[in-house]
């Protein structure tokens, strides 16, 4: 019973993890019936939008594409199909297949990490094994759905943890949650800069509120803010990094005249 007590949070994130998986099994088994649905002996995509990913992937691995023929050449759900065709043993089509049910599952870990927060870990677990399912997320990331939807609930979620982490412990780590899953949401969903300025605006506001002299929330802003910046990617990975250093060793620094200041700087 301790051993259960102490491995709890994966064995329910593995648990929840294998029921999301299997449950968007369905649909292989659903249209595997319909010789329609098969080409080349593998069961086609069920999105139209998916197909131009698909493109876009298939171009990357052939190492080029035509000027103006509107390839998603380089976007980020093609650049994941092409790096996973490049390091596993499967075609390119069967990746397209299965990539969502893999992926779209990934929202019962932010979930139940949430319910760790919270100490209400069981409780939790549950409500991931119906949110992995709830419709219509459940309908657009099954298998064969291969678009971009797949993620778009998964990383803010995992955004939301890290704001819920930094208040109940306060660490630096949930700054890196924080940021990093912001920009990982803002590389894989480009329209998704609203939600992302709306949820920097709504903790902010809630910081002015009832917590304005925790300097901690305003470093969990300024980290906000530059994920969402237009800057290049690569070097907002290094600012965030960099402030991330600055807080570790030199958190003396950071009174709020300097924080001020850079605000300043990022706007």
């Not at 390839?71 to 996973?84: E, K, V």
């Amino acid at each position: 019973m301790q051993i259960l007590n102490k491995y709890q949070i994966p064995i329910f994130i593995i648990i929840a993890y294998l029921f999301a998986i299997l449950c968007r099994m369905e649909w292989v088994i659903w249209a595997s019936g319909y010789s329609d649905f098969i080409w080349n002996n593998q069961l086609m995509i069920s999105t139209n939008d998916g197909y131009a990913y698909a493109e876009g992937a298939r171009d990357m691995i052939a190492g080029f594409h035509q000027p103006n023929d509107l390839s998603y050449y380089g976007t980020p759900l093609s650049t994941i199909t092409f790096l996973l065709a490049e390091i596993l043993p499967f075609s390119l089509e069967t990746i397209i297949l299965y990539l969502s049910i893999f992926l779209a599952s990934l929202i019962v870990i932010p979930i139940i990490l949430i319910g760790k927060e919270f100490n209400q870990t069981k409780a939790f677990f549950i409500a991931s094994l119906l949110a992995s399912i709830a419709n219509s997320y459940y309908n657009r990331t099954m298998a064969g759905y291969y678009d971009t939807d797949m993620l778009v609930i998964v990383l803010p979620l995992f955004t939301l943890w890290g704001l819920i982490r930094l208040h109940f412990r306060g660490d630096l780590i949930s700054f890196l949650i924080i940021a990093l899953s912001m920009l990982a949401y803002n590389w894989w969903y480009p329209s998704s800069y609203t939600l992302c300025v709306g949820i920097t605006i709504f903790y902010a506001i809630y910081t002015f509120v009832f917590e304005r002299k925790n300097i901690a929330n305003y470093q969990a802003i300024l980290f906000m803010i530059l994920a969402i910046t237009s800057a290049w990617y690569s070097l907002r990975i290094a600012l965030i990094f960099g402030l991330f250093g600055l807080i570790y060793f030199r958190s003396s620094l950071l009174n709020f005249k300097v924080m001020s200041l850079l605000f300043v700087a990022v706007l």
